[in-house]
């Protein structure tokens, strides 16, 4: 076991103060079940380490079981108001006062029991909590799937006993500066509600024409997107007349040839786009009148999901090679560079149909909440997508992909697709479903202008969500210094040290 000199960490015992170990100051030091009893349907709860958070008890996702093992483990443990829970296996040093009044439960071995002696219960908590005990846990800790601190080991800790009234005026200041903090952190945490709020509003905004109504006062001459839509027809039936009439040409040679071989393939002819009709058009927002809506599988792109167990197996990814792309990757509107998997290069070129690079939209076939999308920077290079992630691959300059990203990203794609999901346990909708998405459109001049206007706030967006996370770890390291203070006798006024 790694000793803790509680001396060298935080420095002179105060007067009157001692220094024990913990199994001195508990009447009781046991953990929970080692074997579980069997589930049941209903009965009474055991918790596990899960279950403490934030210094309560928290009766969410736990087991029942029976009335007879209840009684057994309950022999053992007898939790009673005023014992100390503290978490020893997996996310360890999380812990809890047991409040009068609450409802008999037993616990998983994840978690300790500790009946105090001559110190307050929220004393003994506090301090399992301060920096030093905390490391002191963390070099003590055993295992190999899932570290724990052993009953042994934990009765070791040691342990700064002030007197009693003392004990009472530092869980009060304790509790008075964490108040403080708590509403600090609260605050904080609106701010980041209201910034993703705000960012749902800017998309929305954005895909609606509402971004840009000035931009379209100041060019009036751009062109709207149903002179557009008609402008693009009539080139593509210009081209395909230009290329029937090749086909017809290359036939005639090929009819006259001797090696005929393969007849060429007569060209396909290109669908025309034509925007929603009306009564396609009641449940979705109004756009300007230089807007139109039209469904995605419209658009010159290709849509195609990852490939399925049967052709990406666990055997083969490998540690260095092509990248995969995978839902943890994609965030809103942001690639998420991290959990980075990849499979060999023979894989890879196996994989020609799921093929992904820079400039490729990556959309989460996976709707719960909100739709997560992105455009993949520039170095990805070569990729493939898995089966949750479907690939759209813009074609042309009719719209353009961080258009169409933020489009998904917004509350109008997700209002839509959502209706269209299946499945119990992951909602999710397919290529068909993604296809009939009706997609707002505009002039890729006024695109463009979204696009940059919507970069702009999204990064002033992000700059301030950066400062609110590093305030809200400072308020940690501030809690951390609290209890530092606490328990090496600094935070309380000189005065009160001295008394008994």
Known sequence: MTSLNDKENMGPLPENWESVALKEVVSKLVDGSHNPPKKTNYGFPMLSARNIKNNQIVFDKF??????????????????PGDVLLTIVGTIGRSAVVPAGLKDFTLQRSVAILTPLK???????????????????????????????????????????????????????????????????????????????????????AVEGKLTEEWRKQHPDVEPAAKLLERINTERKERYKAQLWEWKEVVKSWELSEKRGKKPAKPRKTKELLPLRTDELDRLPGLPSEWTWLKLGNFNLEVFDGPFGSNLKSSDYVRQGVRVIRLENIGELEFIDRKRTYVSESKYLSLEKHKVSFGDIIFSSFIAGSTRVVVLPKHIEAAVNKADCFCVRVH??????????IFFGSRCSYEQLVNEIHGATRPRINTTQLKNCATPLCSPAEQSAIVAEVDRRVS?????????????????????????????????????????
């Open 63 to 80: 087991r029942f079981i029976s009335e007879n093992d209840f009684k057994k483990e309950h022999t053992r443990t007898r939790i009673d």
């Open 119 to 205: 110190i307050l219960p929220k004393y003994l908590m506090y301090q399992l909590q301060s920096p030093f005990i905390q490391r002191h846990f963390v070099e003590n800790a055993r295992g190999t799937a899932q570290k724990g601190v052993y009953l042994k080991t934990l009765g070791q800790t040691p342990i700064r006993v002030a007197p009693l009234e003392q004990q009472k005026r530092i869980v009060a200041e304790i509790e008075k500066q964490f108040s403080r903090l708590d509403e600090a952190v609260a605050n904080l945490k609106r701010v980041k509600a209201n910034l993703k709020r705000y960012k749902a509003a800017v998309l929305k905004a």
């Open 396 to 405: 042309g300059e009719i719209i353009l992909n961080r258009f169409l990203e």
């Open 460 to 500: 002033l967006l992000k700059e301030i969500e950066r400062e609110v996370d590093a305030n809200i770890i400072r308020a940690e390291h501030l809690r951390q210094s609290i209890l530092k203070k606490a328990f090496s006798g600094r935070l309380l006024e000189p005065k009160t040290l001295g008394e008994k």
